[in-house]
């Protein structure tokens, strides 16, 4: 083990020094008026300003100009930054999923313009608007290499309008300098754009990006120098204070509950670079509701992180060790506590700081802590939850970070057991990112501590991987001690020695119908050295794909699997006779997958799978259908089915989710969703209704209705309705 991570860094240190395509560029020009915000580009200075153009094709090709011009001019005031854009196509059907912020690019044509303002290659901001004046705004981590590093829950102050001319249109852009994070008296900022023309299925880029690359990576950027010199990022102080009014009840204890509850968030900027949040008795009623999913395995499933106040600068905290396996800090942790039968409930925030940012060009602090509150009745002590992480670049786009976790109880507790007072976790971690976008890596090294148990709690790992047109290959390798314990992090198991390899070949053919087509070895295989390194899993995945050019996908593959039980489990998970521990089980099966045109009016996904599971049999179909009603309506349907058949005396079941949800977008600012799940595995029937008046820039009133019923006897389970009144006020 110790000779291969060594094997890994060195790889790691030299393919850092890999170059890239030569640099293109354009000069932003300082200006001192204020032009009018409305799509319309009748200021003087937008017929002398510079900035990109030429954009180069991306899809379906790499290897020529873009079909359809884009032109994007850019000035800059003492307080903002001014972009004028005009997008070029082959008609007037310009297609927009909603009239939401926070829009999905691809599913409608778009412009997104991306900002790396500290040179870095590793966090950027971008913005983007579409055809209506619909914007968005995204922070990107970890080099842009996957949608892992894209957050599209970031919100900032910044307006944007656009003007439809028929086969064209041109867009407006003011945004403040203080919703950038940059260093004073900066004179460039790398800079790529990249476009969405659903009228002709083309994706382009300003900056040539090679196929098979993500589109979003930071290697592929070009430079924007400023005529004038930045002065210094004055970002205001920034309070944004809530009242909720909830009432509630819950069916299972027959309690009621009507509450008015206060608080809010406050933003400071400290320095350039550096960012400053408080929350006090933190409300997050509004956040969107989670997706329920049907588990088959013996694992967690993690859901992202939606709740605004852990999202500026999330990487710092969230992107130690292996996503999948291996992450000590996760932060949807925090405000979930079990309760004396074992049940996630919501444990209260009382409040908590996060400091986090830039210290200089080669610098990155993150320190957050978190105080929960007591429930004294199930038994859920107060705690503080606390990291601290500090990263340092090196070479051009890699870097190396510590981190530190420390949660613990607040006091002492008669129901607490004395291992449980503390977890404390110290490690270091090498990401690579090289130059040429091409290669990718990880290496970790973490321990973990609690009372009385200080020695081996190791977890380790490394992955390395290269990304070309023709050649994709990576390799993970993950070892996680039996006794390593991250109370906040998410580890799906410990007392594994894990290795995955991926090999993928893809072809380009000449074809008017077929853009590329692929085939993929993703071999997984898991050892337990608690058991004298026994292989107690595997998975073979061969994966036949084909892309075509109308930008739908379909895709074949079987599935070669071995899993040894070490603890009795039922896959059903409806509490049947379960298949016994110290038992091995192989069985294969095939898949096949459709993804058609998202761009379309009607557009269908989905994936089917048939064969051995465990010892008996299974019948899946996950399949999502879209429909859209341009530009004021969607309406979707999603639907997973399972059928599990076990022999005698193990449970067979048939397993429903069924998910149909309507969004409704009556202007750029009035908003409504509603949301149904049915599961019958969860035992649950919810309904999440939300309905969102933004009546002031990030300043918004909803109204929220949930609404669970226990579907196996069909009964009320929890009902609750919240007004919640939010505003961003800048000082």
Known sequence: MTRAFCAFVFLFCAISLHSQNPEKSFTVKFTSETPTIDGILDESFWETADGPHDFQQFFPSDSILAENPTDIKMVVSDTHLYIGITVT?????????????????????????VFDTFNDGTNAFLFGINPYGVRREVLISGGGQDLRGFNDSWDVKWKGESKIYGNYYTSEMAIPLTSFKFREGETKWRFQSYRFDLQTNERSGWYKVPLGQ??????????????????????????????????????????GNNSLKVGGDVKVSIGNGMNLDVT??????????????TNLTRFEVGLPEKRQFFID????????????????????????????????IENRIIGGVRLSGKLSDDWRLGVLSIQTDEDIA??????????????????????????????????????????????????LDYNLASK??????????????????KEGNYSAGAFLGRTTKFFNVFSDIAYIDEDFTSDL?????????????????????????????????????????????????????????????????????????????????????????????????????????????????????????????????????????????????????????????????????????????????????????????????????????????????????????????????????????????????NI
Request: neutral net charge; aromatic residues 14%; hydrophobic residues 35%.
């Open 313 to 344: 600068n999330s990487d710092l905290f969230g992107s130690f060790g292996g996503s999948r396996d291996a992450n000590p800090f996760f932060s949807r942790r925090i405000g979930i506590a079990r309760d004396t039968a074992d049940n996630s």
């Open 489 to 729: 992090g998410f580890i799906r198991r410990t007392d594994i020695l894990k290795l995955a390899t991926s090999i993928e070949k893809v072809f380009w053919p000449k074809s008017d119908v077929v853009n590329s087509y692929g085939l993929n070895l993703f071999p997984i295989v898991t050892w337990r050295p608690g058991l004298d390194y026994q292989k107690t899993d595997h998975n073979i995945m061969l994966t036949a794909e084909v892309g075509f050019k109308n930008q739908s996908q379909i895709s074949l593959g079987f599935n070669n699997t071995y899993a040894f039980l070490t603890d009795d489990f039922d896959p059903t998970r409806t509490d049947g006779v379960p298949l016994p521990s110290n038992t091995g089980y192989h069985f294969n099966n095939v898949s096949l997958s459709y993804m058609s045109n998202r761009a379309d009016v009607l557009s269908v996904m989905g994936e089917s799978t048939v064969g051995r599971f465990f010892n008996g049999n299974i019948f899946s179909l996950d399949a999502q259908l879209f429909l859209r009603i341009l530009p004021k309506a969607q309406i979707t349907m999603a639907i997973n089915y399972n059928k599990i058949s076990l022999p005698d005396p193990h449970a067979s079941a048939d397993l429903w989710l069924v998910s149909p949800k309507v969004e409704l977008t009556f202007s750029k600012s009035l908003f409504w969703s509603t949301l149904i799940q049915y599961s019958n595995q969860g035992d649950n029937l919810g309904i999440n209704s939300r309905l969102q008046w933004r009546f002031a820039p990030l300043s918004d009133l909803f109204i929220v209705y949930n609404d669970n019923y226990f579907v196996n006897q069909f009964a009320p389970r929890y009902r609750s309705i919240n007004l919640k009144f939010t505003y961003w006020l």
């Open 214 to 255: 993500f589109l979003v990576n930071l290697a592929f950027m070009g430079d924007m120098h400023f005529e004038k010199p930045l002065g210094k990022s004055r970002t205001p102080l920034a309070l944004i204070p809530y009242i909720n009014t909830i009432s509630e009840k819950d069916f299972t204890t027959d309690n």
């Open 280 to 293: 006090i008795n933190p409300d997050f009623s509004n956040v969107e509701v989670d997706d329920i999913i």
């Open 89 to 113: 196509s082959v008609g007037d059907n310009w297609i927009t999923p909603s009239l939401k912020r926070d829009f999905r690019a691809s599913t409608g044509d778009s412009m997104s313009l």
């Open 378 to 427: 199930n038994e859920i002590a107060s705690n503080n939850n606390t990291m601290l992480a500090l990263q340092k670049k090196v070479f051009d786009r890699s870097n190396i970070s510590m981190f530190f976790i420390n949660r613990q109880s607040f006091k002492e507790y008669d129901f607490l057991d004395r291992e449980d007072e503390y977890n404390r976790v110290l490690g």
């Open 436 to 453: 040429n976008g091409k290669w990718t890596g990880k290496f970790y090294g973490h321990k973990s501590f609690q009372p009385e148990d």
